[in-house]
């Protein structure tokens, strides 16, 4: 009987210190806190990774006996930014920037041609790897189609890779890769673009016929594909 109080007694006074850390999983005092990054590692342009932060977030409950705790997570948050221009460098609005990537949004260029991406990618033991590619104004030809004019940009699609480990300190890197600080976009009619399809594909063909030129054609020896009865011919003579 005195085993079974005592486990009742510590029972509820670990029930007590856990309520009032915080762990208990209730909303008003279990709430999500915000962490800041010690040190980065700016091997990226200035400004491509702004606000960033190490968030905890609520993961689920885990269950003792009668208590529920609150379990959270760890999640490398923050804006990746950039700058769409035209071929004056004058920025350009409206512009809408997709990703192919896990945990991250799109975005639209605002008045200044800015985007800002924002993503938020889970942390597993220290470290945060996360990859992506931009597709920048996807839908530009159909635009096309319909408006007759719209904006073609320079480069379709650009991957890159964003990196943090907690275990250094909180060190970031960001692999740009084929992604520019600036990426331009040209405004072009139905017209010039059919016109520079035409021309592209000019190109192409006679490109592939003067490499056909070039080659020389290889002396076929008789064997046993060709026509038996041809051989049969040419044995009798």
Wanted: aromatic content about 10%.
């Amino acid at each position: 009987m005195k085993k079974i109080i005592y486990f009742l007694l510590i029972t509820y006074h670990l029930s007590l210190i856990t309520i009032f850390t915080g762990c208990a999983g209730f909303p008003i005092i279990g709430k999500k806190t915000t962490g800041k990054i010690t040190t980065i590692n700016e091997n990226f342009n200035p400004d491509r990774l702004t606000d960033l932060g190490v968030i905890k977030k609520l993961a689920g409950y885990k269950k003792f006996l009668f208590i529920s705790n609150a379990n959270y997570t760890d999640w490398f948050e923050g804006f990746l930014r950039g700058e769409i221009v035209n071929e004056d460098g004058v920025p350009v609005e409206n512009i809408q920037v997709m990703v192919d990537g896990i945990g991250f949004e799109n975005a639209v260029t605002d008045v200044n041609g800015v985007y800002k991406i924002r993503f938020s990618v889970p942390i597993v033991k220290g470290i945060s790897d996360a990859n992506g590619k931009l597709i920048i104004h996807p839908k530009w030809e159909s635009e096309l189609e319909i408006k007759g004019t719209s904006y073609q940009p320079a480069v379709k699609d650009a991957p890159f890779r964003i990196y943090y480990n907690g275990n250094a300190g909180g060190v970031v890197a960001l692999n740009e890769g084929k992604l520019p600080p600036k990426i331009i976009v040209k405004k072009i009619t139905l017209g010039q673009y059919k016109t520079e399809t035409k021309k592209k594909e000019a190109a192409e063909k006679s490109t592939e016929s003067s490499t056909k030129k070039q080659e020389k054609p290889v002396k076929k020896e008789p064997g046993f594909e060709d026509d038996l009865f041809k051989q049969l011919e040419n044995f009798n003579k």
